[in-house]
């Protein structure tokens, strides 16, 4: 294509003039694939450059997302609007996304050059990546609010004045591919019959890694006794509070009934 006395011509590039060059329409490649990201993180910025490499000003429109602006970020602050000749002018992409999977972008601006279609645009893509949690008591699996008799959960008969039964033990793991936070569990129902230990849970949760807490019955009244124990998360795979149901019986002290009879 030659030139235009009247127009100038663009070439646009990865990071800085002379870098990896980006056509018109291109698909996500190189630095505009940013791969995966933790959700509520940020990847670097991937500045892209914009040189006018004809002999006449060249107009620029501001960049924009045609798609895809609720997980990346576009910066303009320093982008200008018109090129003399040999000028280059810049944006930043950010990817950040906001739930987990597979995103996408298009990013366009207008231009009045000769050598290439109007508007101009690409595709950026990343992968948002996710906490998943396995929630088990002494090994045993169980999903958020499951009834606890006959499990693991259900902590037995026991009576008031014997004090509170062996600590069983609660494990959140995380088994996604990103960190996973959690609260401090709270108690609900029989709060008084139940001793929730969670020193260390709260927190942050590693992929692969898992944090504990440890609940015992110790009944302050007789007959079935039962709790709910919750705390919030943020992986995908439950609600955004998991809750851990807990029961136990207290027993009365037995009695000797003695008669005598002739």
Avoid at 1 to 19: A, F, H, Q, R, W
Avoid at 83 to 90: G, K, N, Q, R, Y
Avoid at 133 to 155: H, K, M, N, W, Y
């Amino acid at each position: 294509i030659g030139t235009d006395p009247t127009n100038g011509t663009l070439k646009v590039y990865e990071t800085s003039v002379g870098g990896i060059e980006i056509v018109n329409d291109a698909m996500p490649a190189n630095g505009r694939a940013f791969w995966s990201v933790n959700v509520g993180e940020s990847s670097a910025p991937l500045t892209i450059v914009l040189e006018n490499t004809g002999a006449a000003p060249l107009v620029l429109g501001v960049p924009s997302f045609r798609f895809g602006s609720s997980d990346f970020i576009l910066d303009t602050t320093s982008y200008l609007s018109s090129l003399a000749p040999a000028d280059i002018t810049s944006f930043t992409v950010t990817f950040c996304p906001q739930q987990g999977g597979d995103k996408t972008a298009f990013i366009t601006f207008s231009h009045d050059a000769i050598n290439t279609g109007t508007p101009f645009g690409f595709a950026c893509s990343g992968r948002g990546e996710i906490g998943w949690i396995q929630v088990d008591c002494e090994g045993q699996i169980f999903d958020s609010d499951v009834e606890a008799a006959g499990t693991q959960r259900d902590l037995g008969a026991q009576r008031p004045a014997d004090g509170p039964t062996t600590s069983r033990i609660i494990r959140v793991r995380n088994t996604g591919n990103a960190p996973t936070l959690i609260s401090d569990p709270s108690i609900t129902g029989n709060t008084g019959d139940f001793v929730v230990d969670a020193t260390g849970f709260a927190g942050t949760i590693a992929s692969g890694a898992s944090s504990t807490f440890t609940v015992a019955f110790d009944p302050a009244a007789l007959g079935a006794r039962n709790a709910t124990i919750s705390f919030t998360h943020t992986a995908a795979n439950f609600a955004p509070v998991f809750s851990t149901k807990v029961t136990g019986i207290g027993l009365g002290d037995a009695t000797l009934d003695v008669r005598l009879t002739d």
